[in-house]
């Protein structure tokens, strides 16, 4: 995540030690902890690419887990899967976002299974 030993710190005193503590960790959680680490006496910043890359692994995360899925080092490794996996989640949350315009055939006394099928192909 490209931390550095005081940010490493700042965030175990926030109760982020390892990768199993996501699971308290979501965007809301993540944002107040990196405020929260600002506010120290000294102020320990955590650069936007730490602060994206903890976001991305928090959703990651929750979704491995959501999905039945293991967590692992090399799952949660940012380089080789986590760049991939934030690309397609964005593509998932933007068609989540855009609304269906395509509407499926209902069958009706006007349109019978023949002529449903039919309309369905196309």
């Given at each position: 995540?490209?931390?550095?030993?005081?940010?490493?710190?700042?965030?175990?005193?926030?109760?982020?030690?390892?990768?199993?503590?996501?699971?308290?960790?979501?965007?809301?959680?993540?944002?107040?902890?990196?405020?929260?680490?600002?506010?120290?006496?000294?102020?320990?910043?955590?650069?936007?690419?730490?602060?994206?890359?903890?976001l991305?692994?928090?959703?990651?995360?929750?979704?491995?887990?959501?999905?039945?899925?293991?967590?692992?080092?090399?799952n949660?490794?940012?380089?080789?899967?986590?760049?991939?996996?934030?690309?397609?989640?964005?593509?998932?949350?933007?068609?989540?976002?855009?609304?269906?315009?395509?509407?499926?055939?209902?069958?009706?006394?006007?349109?019978?299974?023949?002529?449903?099928?039919?309309?369905f192909?196309?």
């Amino acid at each position: 995540m490209d931390l550095s030993g005081d940010q490493r710190t700042a965030l175990s005193g926030e109760g982020l030690t390892n990768v199993n503590d996501f699971q308290y960790f979501k965007r809301d959680e993540l944002l107040v902890a990196f405020k929260n680490c600002r506010s120290l006496d000294p102020p320990v910043p955590l650069s936007a690419k730490s602060s994206t890359r903890l976001l991305v692994a928090s959703i990651a995360w929750h979704y491995y887990t959501n999905t039945g899925r293991g967590v692992t080092p090399t799952n949660m490794h940012f380089q080789n899967i986590l760049r991939a996996f934030n690309i397609e989640w964005k593509a998932i949350a933007s068609m989540a976002e855009k609304e269906n315009e395509l509407k499926l055939p209902v069958l009706s006394k006007t349109l019978p299974p023949l002529k449903w099928s039919e309309s369905f192909k196309q």
